[in-house]
């Protein structure tokens, strides 16, 4: 299909050109500058301005085949509700899908009710306050023969961006990492790249007049994700509860309300009746080990295939982490190639072979974690051979709440990984405690 896509250019609505191309759809994109944009899988490029919404009416024209509008509200109702009418009149009366990009916040707080489904009526948040008009206006474009369908995201992560990114700089700034309200606040959450195989789904096969939520977590504890936030940061330390008056100095108070909104919201409609698969890393999981810290990588080309090598060394390594932090002594082990490993710890004592490390795994893991522990961090792969890699590790001591202790060194280990029948494992590690 020939799909106009407003707000190309942006977080959003770059992961869905990418992934509406590699559906096989050919993307239009509007842009408010005619400037190319090299390197964007755009079918077409066309120039308009929501501020404007005459400057719209040209860009669909008889060979489009679906809107799907991404650009966010001009903060008046009067323009948007004329936008819609732009992009939706010339679809009228072919059954062609309009795709309307709402979001969560128009639920407002859902309070005690668990994972809210799209049933439930709207109660929106200032920030939001006519766009449940505006939703109902484009879903009237039914009655128009219009496809018409309204998608709404939950708290977008993951390619180091969207509003998650802000708890990462402010984390950064200030040296602790913070969210904001109360300490129950949950977000509901979605990936990126999961939104965008929303939308394509939503394109392809969303019946006129329905809405669906893009929430991939329902309801994610705000404290856990400023912590990860912290840790994506380099700051281990307490996330600090921020009053909401206090962030309204900082985002102004529509934006510091929603960033303290309570909500639990289900995305499971979306998975039943679109087959829609959210199954990228959660969010707490990407900003630990993901987009949001990103890794030194050498030998290998920049390719989705390289980028998919170092997710699965990242994951192994958040596996060393995962069994040492719990005391894990199976899990820890199974984590070794089992011909002729070498350890060497930041002592220097060398375990030789897997009988002997899993001897002193097994005599010094239990019971270790109940004062102090360790994050492990990847900075730095080397690929030798696509199936051996040389990967440097911060390791940094913690108290079992996450919290850096600060006289004890850190480690820099490195870990020699092959990869064998299909998995990396620990052929050889070597750990180095910074002295200075
Ligand atoms: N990010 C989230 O967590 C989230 C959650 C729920 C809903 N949403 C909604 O999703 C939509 C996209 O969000 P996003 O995070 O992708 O935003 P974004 O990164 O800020 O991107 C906005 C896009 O819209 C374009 N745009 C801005 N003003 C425009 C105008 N006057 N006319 C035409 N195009 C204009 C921008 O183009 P330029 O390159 O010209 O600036 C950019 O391509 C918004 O409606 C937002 O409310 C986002």
Redesign the pocket.
């Known amino acids: 299909m020939k799909v106009l896509l407003?707000?190309?250019?942006?977080?959003?609505?770059s992961a869905v050109t990418e992934h509406l191309a590699a559906a096989g759809h050919q993307v239009v994109a509007?842009?408010?500058?005619a400037e190319p944009q090299p390197g964007r899988t755009w079918y077409a490029q066309r120039v308009?301005?929501?501020?404007d919404p005459a400057s719209l009416a040209d860009a669909v024209t008889p060979e489009i085949e679906a809107v799907i509008h991404?650009?966010?509200?001009?903060g008046d109702e009067d323009v948007d509700t004329a936008v819609i009418e732009a992009l939706a009149a010339p679809l009228r009366g072919t059954g062609r899908p309009f795709v309307y990009?709402?979001?969560?916040?128009v639920l407002g707080a859902t309070g005690d009710a668990q994972e809210v489904g799209e049933e439930a009526p709207t109660d929106p948040i200032g920030i939001v306050g006519y766009r449940p008009r505006i939703e109902q206006r484009v879903l009237a474009e039914v009655a128009e023969g219009v496809r018409a369908v309204v998608v709404?995201?939950?708290?977008?992560?993951g390619r180091g961006?969207?509003?998650p990114a802000i708890l990462v700089d402010r984390a950064r700034g200030r040296g602790v990492p913070e969210y904001y309200g109360e300490e129950g606040v949950r977000w509901p959450t979605v990936h990126v790249d999961d939104l965008a195989e929303l939308f394509v789904a939503a394109v392809a096969r969303a019946e006129a007049g329905t809405v669906w939520h893009g929430v991939g977590e329902a309801a994610v504890p705000v404290r856990d994700l400023a912590r990860a936030a912290g840790r994506a940061a380099g700051v281990l330390a307490v996330p600090l509860a921020v009053p909401v008056e206090q962030a309204a100095e900082v985002f102004g108070p529509l934006f510091a309300d929603a960033l303290a909104l309570d909500q639990s919201v289900s995305g499971a409609a979306a998975r039943t009746v679109l087959g829609w698969r959210p199954e990228r890393p959660g969010a707490v999981e990407e900003l630990v080990s993901g987009s949001y810290r990103p890794v030194e990588v050498f030998g290998a080309p920049d390719s989705p295939e390289a980028d998919a090598e170092v997710a699965a060394i990242r994951r192994l390594v958040a596996e060393v982490e995962h069994a040492r932090q719990n005391e894990l002594v199976d899990r820890f082990l199974s984590l070794f190639r089992r011909q002729d490993p070498v350890w060497t710890t930041g002592h220097g004592k060398r375990l030789s072979g897997f009988d002997e490390i899993a001897a002193y795994t097994q005599k010094v893991l239990p019971g270790a974690s109940a004062e102090s522990t360790a994050v492990y961090d990847v900075e730095r792969v080397l690929f030798l051979r696509p199936d051996v890699a040389a990967v440097n590790v911060r390791q940094q001591p913690v108290r079992p709440d996450g919290t850096r202790i600060a006289v004890r060194p850190e480690g820099r280990p490195c870990y020699l990984l092959v990869k064998e029948d299909g998995a990396w494992r620990i052929g050889a590690a070597q750990n180095t405690l910074v002295a200075d």
């Open positions: 407003t707000g190309a250019t942006g977080y959003i609505g509007l842009t408010r500058g308009g301005d929501t501020a991404l650009a966010p509200p001009s990009t709402s979001g969560v916040w709404r995201p939950g708290i977008v992560y961006g969207g509003i």
